[in-house]
């Protein structure tokens, strides 16, 4: 077929899922065959539009019905990369493996497997976590995921870690070979699967154990048209699964911080590499100044270093024209900063993990929240806290009527 731009070939297999319309094989597979490329060149963008054009765009909507979709679709792409794993096969076991349905035997091994992105892994598999140990306090439970991620709970003392990488930016080829570790480390008898439509199973795709072993929370579509949280619905899935009742969201990393009398407001600007969550100039440093200009000390965290936020935030720090004992900067791993938020009187910043932090800790929060694909994805992803929460839906509203709303909900 003629040449076509990836992210093109994603925009126009995307309106044909919408649509409900059949989508031409030909152009998944000539999306497929690029992102599976050998020449990165070729492989990267193409990888690219997959993920975030058509992939994550059918995952943020929350509509139960794109979920069949997305199997469909996916299953062909992983028959692609994998050839010995066939797309029927694949789609006949996933409508297994996301059937609502209560755990009736008692596991040696509970592996729990990691969302990936932080925030995530906070709001929906810590819960999944915390309901294994209540549930299963004689068996070893595993947090299946990155290093990254593990930081956010490897001080527990009841859980184990089994390291697997994922790159995010990885290309289409990397993303899927973590199957073979994963089915190896995983497949064992007497184990459980415990799957918050993780990407390490590709949204619950790849056979990593038998089906009957493999319980997977589709998010995307449980509550169905309710405006539900996230993590209030991880909670109703665990009830219905494990039978526990009151599993939350928590964290615990090895960091510890104590500012003493001081107060401290944490402040996050990532926006987990989504520049539709971000407030245009010069919102960021009009919002660090108002929040330096009450007592006490702000910290920012920098993000990666290297990336686009830290150069970002280290910008709109040095516009407030602010010394360092007013605005500090946090360098470190993002556990590191999870840990100061606990001991924070306030957190702000946009929808990222660090709202999700505060949530799970009760800690006073202020999130601006924009760039979302659908209400229910608002719905979803709002922090969900038993503490003072403000969400301020930053949709077509001017910067200066942001920075009024945060203001007014700034605690006296």
Not at 26 to 31: P, S
Not at 302 to 331: C, M
């Amino acid at each position: 077929m003629e040449s076509i731009a990836p992210a093109e070939l994603a925009v126009e297999l995307l309106n044909h899922c919408l649509r409900g319309s059949q989508w031409p094989q030909d152009l998944l597979q000539a999306l497929t065959e690029e992102a599976l490329d050998e020449d990165e060149r070729l492989a990267a963008p193409a990888t690219r539009a997959l993920f975030s054009i058509l992939v994550e765009r059918l995952a943020d909507l929350f509509e139960p019905a794109l979920c069949d979709v997305y199997a469909a679709l996916f299953s062909t792409v992983i028959e692609s990369a994998l050839p010995e794993l066939r797309a029927t096969d694949l789609q006949v076991r996933y409508r297994h493996v996301r059937t609502v349905r209560p755990v009736t035997f008692d596991p040696e091994n509970v592996f729990v497997l990691s969302r990936v992105t932080l925030g995530a892994d906070i709001a929906v598999t810590s819960i999944l976590l915390d309901a294994a140990r209540q549930r299963f306090p004689k068996a070893r439970i595993w947090f299946v995921g990155p290093k990254k991620a593990w930081e956010l709970f490897e001080s527990s003392p009841y859980l184990h870690h089994l390291p697997v990488a994922y790159g995010r930016r990885g290309l289409l080829a990397d993303r899927l070979t973590v199957y073979h570790d994963l089915k190896k480390a995983l497949d064992q008898p007497g184990s459980l699967v415990l799957d918050p439509d993780s990407r390490l199973t590709q949204l619950g795709l790849l056979p990593i154990c038998p089906p009957e072993q493999h319980h997977l929370f589709e998010s995307r579509s449980y509550g169905a048209d309710s405006l539900a949280s996230l993590p209030q619905l991880t909670r109703q899935w665990v009830r219905a699964t494990l039978g526990v009742e009151d599993a939350q969201p928590w964290l615990h990393p090895k960091f510890q911080y104590d500012f003493g009398a001081q107060p401290v407001t944490t402040v996050s600007l990532g926006v987990g590499e989504n520049p539709a969550k971000r407030v245009e100039d010069p919102f960021e440093t009009e919002l660090l100044s108002m929040l330096a200009s009450r007592p006490g000390l702000v910290m920012v965290d920098a993000g990666a270093p290297g990336s686009e936020e830290e150069e970002r935030v280290r910008r709109a720090i040095e516009s407030t024209g602010l010394s360092a004992d007013r605005i500090g900067l946090h360098e470190g791993s993002f556990a590191s900063f999870a840990a100061m938020i606990a001991a924070s009187e306030l957190y702000a910043g946009y929808d990222s993990a660090g709202q999700h932090v505060a949530a799970a800790l009760g800690v006073p929060l202020i999130t601006v929240f924009a760039g979302y694909a659908s209400d229910r994805m608002f719905a979803r992803w709002r922090p969900d806290s038993p503490g003072p929460s403000t969400v301020i839906q930053a949709a077509y509203q001017d910067p200066q009527d942001l920075l009024a709303a945060v203001r007014a909900a700034l605690p006296l």
